[in-house]
Structures are given as structure tokens and as C-alpha cells.
């Protein structure tokens, strides 16, 4: 009987043990849990009131990731490629015409001897590929920057209509400083340094996430400061004209 009991009581030992042991490694778990990245929720206002990861702005496919560096080896070659195209038409002065009848001529002076050397070598001829440009992907590069540009244009019309003082200040601004860069550097060197910052900063701004939307924020609220008083000063003595509408007779 004094058997049994002991047995009992060890069996009781066990099993409070192992309760003890589980609740101490759920409680490790949930601080796990709590102090990993998922848990962590910044408290840093996003870039442009962001609520997206930056893969999902750019669209999450396959050009979001050739421009955060996903796959190294397709986005270096496609700024490798921009970089040659660019050195080509830039420093070497090549015209596109001229580039493009010396590629045809050498492609097909190296596909004639090699569809003649095969006669002499016994071997059947090589077969030339059929080229040609699928309907449906330019219908939709068509219709996706049809689209685009009526944004733009609806933007436009927006910012005209004069509703918006500060969005108008701001287009103007940012038009000055593009026409400043214009005039210092030509169109293909202007888009070759647009493609570059595109391969470039989104995903440096990725990888800095949290210390540029925090750099960020501090100066989008220092320039609000200094805007209301710019409107307090400057703006609010501007006269305008009456906003309402006038009544038909």
C-alpha cells in the first residue's frame, strides 16, 4: 500500500513538472512572439502615407522585383543594358538608325555563313527563329499608359482650377527645378539618371525603412511650420476674387 502511494505521488511530481515546464515555454514563446519584428509596429508615419510594403507599391510582380534587386542577376543586367545603351548614344554619339542597320548587318552576315559553312560540314542548315510581336502584351502596355496619361491630365486640370493654392505652388516649384535639370543635361541622359535613381532608391529606402520615414516626418513637420507662416506673412495679403458663383438672371 505504502508502494502504491509513493508511486502516486512521483506520478503527481511528473506531471506538475511538466506543467510548469509548458507554461514557462508558452510564456517564453509569447515574449518571442511580442519582441519579433512582426509584433514590433513602428509608430513612424510612412512615406507618402504608405500602408504598403515598398514590393507592393511597385505592383508585387516581376518589375518590383527588378527594382528592388529580388533576382541580381535580371536587374544588373537591365541596368548594365540601360548602361551601355546610354554610352553608346551619349559619349560614343551613336545615332539609333546607324545602330540599329549595323546590328541587322551583322546578325545577318554571321546567320548567311553559318546557314553556307553548313554545306561543307555536312549538317543540316540552322533554323532561323520566327520573330514577331504578340498582340495582347502591347494592347495592355497600350492601355496602361492611355490610362496613366489621363491621370495626368485630370491632375493637371485639378491644380489649374486654382481649389488647391499649396498643390499649385508645389507643381510650379517642381516644374522650375525640372526645367533647371533640362537645360543642363539632355532627354536620354535625363531618363538614364531617372532609371538609375529608380534601380537605386527604392531599394535603399527598403533596406533604411524606419530612419527615412522618421528623417522624413520631422521634415515634412519643420516645413509645415515654415509654411504656415509663409501664409500668415505672404499668402493671406494676396487679394482674391469673389468664390461664389454668381446667380443666373
Known sequence: ??????????L???????????????????????????????NVSRLFGREKPVHKVFGGGKPADIFLWRNKKISAGVLGGATVVWILFELLEYHLLTLVSHGLILALA???????ATT?????PPRIPEVYIPEEPVLQVVSALRIEI???????????????????????????VLSIVGSCCNFLTLFYIGFVLLHTL??????????VDSFTAKALAE???????????????????????????
Do not use: C, T
Open 1 to 10: 500500500m505504502a508502494e502504491h502511494i509513493e508511486k502516486d505521488e512521483s
Open 202 to 211: 527604392p531599394v535603399l529606402y527598403e533596406k533604411y525603412e524606419d530612419q
Open 120 to 124: 561543307f560540314i555536312n549538317k543540316s
Open 110 to 116: 554571321i546567320l548567311f555563313l553559318w546557314s553556307n
Open 150 to 176: 489621363n491621370r495626368g491630365f485630370a491632375l493637371l486640370r485639378d491644380i489649374a482650377s486654382g481649389r488647391d493654392l499649396k498643390k499649385f505652388l508645389s507643381v510650379i516649384a517642381g516644374l522650375w
Open 223 to 249: 516645413f509645415k511650420k515654415q509654411y504656415v507662416v509663409f501664409d500668415a506673412k505672404v499668402l493671406s495679403k494676396i487679394p482674391r476674387g469673389p468664390l461664389k458663383d454668381k446667380k443666373k438672371v
Open 12 to 42: 503527481m511530481e511528473k506531471i506538475a513538472d511538466k506543467i510548469r515546464g509548458h507554461d514557462s515555454s508558452s510564456s517564453s514563446d509569447s515574449d518571442d512572439e511580442k519582441s519579433s519584428p512582426s509584433f514590433i509596429k513602428s
